[in-house]
């Protein structure tokens, strides 16, 4: 008896043993997978399934998504059509431009992204505060709705700022790949396809993607340079592709213009980090007021005023 239970026990770690080895093997396969599917997206340069993307990448994504059903026929957005689209379409073309979303999502997108957000937010807000009171179901109704609407376009104008921003930083870093490049004696083309593809940042990304674009022969190098440079609000970069379009063209030294571009860039990126410094002590006096200033008067006149309590 005792032999037979020691030979089911037996089998039975054999089993467990079989089937966690199984389900190891089929997880690591499905891990490698799922490896392999990210590594082509971020060569394809299509971040946008990317589950670690922020909050104001879901939000346009989810926008870029309507677009493409009205686009399709999949979705009417009736609503959405009842809206001011022209005052959506001169908001969406200057900060859409800008924050590099104009291409995948539309104005009526945008708006019927917003409108099925703000209700889906008024719907939740009114579930939570119905579990305590009426007038809270009210109050969480509007501010679902309000925050719906409005979520949308804060998350453009956000991605817009991390644009500027990531180009001030990495401008002059581009520059000096390229300029490198050439004194090493390779075409723009390669050079430029060197920072293209050997960094990781967001505006390599978009020069990537213009290097794709002119390779696979969708555009011509100057468009797809001049289509780069207006997707971004930055007079610097303008000049340096005009400079490197006429260098190009008449077969002009562009090295030391692209040399002496990068110092300018790396200058204004300075200056603009000394700027945001110099304001950090400003912007550090209103919760020093608020919070630690009362506390401090609290501490310093508190055993007066009870002193004062005492003789009265």
Not at 93 to 118: M, P
Request: hydrophobic share 50%; with cysteine; net charge positive.
């Amino acid at each position: 008896m005792a032999a037979a239970e020691g030979a089911l026990a037996a089998m039975a770690a054999v089993s467990a043993g079989i089937a966690g080895a199984c389900l190891g093997t089929s997880w690591r396969e499905r891990a490698l997978d799922a490896a392999r599917r990210r590594a082509l997206r971020r060569a394809a340069g299509a971040d946008e399934g990317n589950a670690a993307e922020g909050l104001d990448e879901r939000l346009v994504r989810l926008a870029a998504e309507a677009t493409r059903k009205i686009e399709l026929g999949v979705s009417r957005a009736s609503v959405a059509r009842r809206l001011p689209i022209a005052r959506v379409e001169a908001w969406l073309g200057e900060h859409g431009r800008r924050a590099g979303c104009a291409k995948e999502v539309s104005a009526l997108g945008l708006a019927d992204a917003s409108v099925r957000l703000g209700a889906a937010c008024a719907a939740a807000g009114a579930v939570v505060g119905a579990a305590l009171s009426n007038e809270l179901c009210l109050v969480g109704a509007l501010t679902g709705a309000i925050w719906g609407v409005l979520s949308i376009p804060k998350a453009v104008r956000r991605r817009e700022r991390l644009r500027a921003v990531g180009l001030e930083r990495d401008l002059s870093e581009m520059l000096e790949v390229v300029a490198l490049g050439l004194r090493s004696g390779m075409s723009f083309d390669r050079s430029f396809g060197l920072y293209a593809g050997h960094f990781e940042t967001g505006f390599a990304q978009e020069c990537a993607r213009a290097v794709r674009a002119w390779s696979s022969g969708l555009a011509t190098r100057e468009e797809a340079l001049r289509s780069l440079a207006a997707s971004y609000d930055s007079p610097l970069l303008a000049r340096v592709v005009e400079s490197a379009v006429r260098s190009l063209r008449f077969g002009s030294s562009l090295a030391e213009g692209l040399e002496a571009s990068a110092a300018e860039a790396r200058a204004a990126h300075r200056a603009h980090v000394e700027e945001r410094v110099a304001k950090a002590p400003v912007k550090m006096m209103v919760p020093t007021g608020a919070l630690i200033l009362p506390a401090m008067l609290l501490l310093v006149l508190g055993p007066v005023l009870l002193e004062l309590m005492e003789g009265f």
